[in-house]
């Protein structure tokens, strides 16, 4: 079987699974510090859905080709900046509302745990995508102001909660 993966090629062992390729394959492509993005085999596209332990104890000898392709982290997120950007408004969109009903006297606090769900993702995003990691990041700086939106939380202090959300946490989302 012949294996491509981006430029480089290579023949697997005629004894080999398809498990023992795949976990080359990932182990080539994280040597290279990238992530294997695609996977054809035998020019059919295989998903992480496909990928089941009846496939990964297939003889490679029943194939001939697996052709993969590869990208760095840094390039993914690039490639998902659009639906980033996106995601990030909308989150931003729902905290100004919650600033607002916590202004007019909102106490019911469940709507605004599930969006800090929200903005548990986004400052994952932002981590994933910053290029300076460590201390002074965006990320960072927004995860020290939810700790101070949930000590506000913690006593019920919703004005306290709108002021946090408004001045310091959706700026920093929206940037």
Aim: net charge negative; aromatic share 4%; glycine share 6%.
């Amino acid at each position: 079987m012949n294996i491509q993966l981006d430029s480089e090629q290579w023949q697997a062992v005629s004894t080999a699974t398809l498990g023992d390729i795949l976990t080359d394959l990932s182990e080539r492509a994280h040597a290279r510090a990238r992530i294997v993005t695609t996977i054809l085999l035998d020019h059919r596209r295989i998903t992480d859905r496909d990928i089941d332990s009846s496939l990964l104890q297939q003889s490679s000898a029943n194939y001939h080709e697996l052709v993969a392709t590869s990208a760095t982290q840094q390039e993914i997120v690039e490639s998902a900046r659009g639906v980033i950007d996106r995601y990030r408004s909308v989150v931003a969109t729902e905290g100004t509302a919650l600033a607002h009903q916590f202004r007019m006297g909102m106490q019911d606090l469940s709507s605004f745990d599930l969006w800090l769900g929200k903005v548990a993702d986004v400052v994952e995003i932002i981590e994933n995508g910053s290029k300076r990691l460590g201390t002074d990041s965006p990320g960072h700086a927004i995860a020290g102001w939810i700790e101070e939106l949930l000590a506000a939380r913690h006593l019920h202090d919703t004005v306290r909660m709108a002021d946090l959300l408004e001045y310091e946490v959706l700026p920093r989302i929206s940037a």
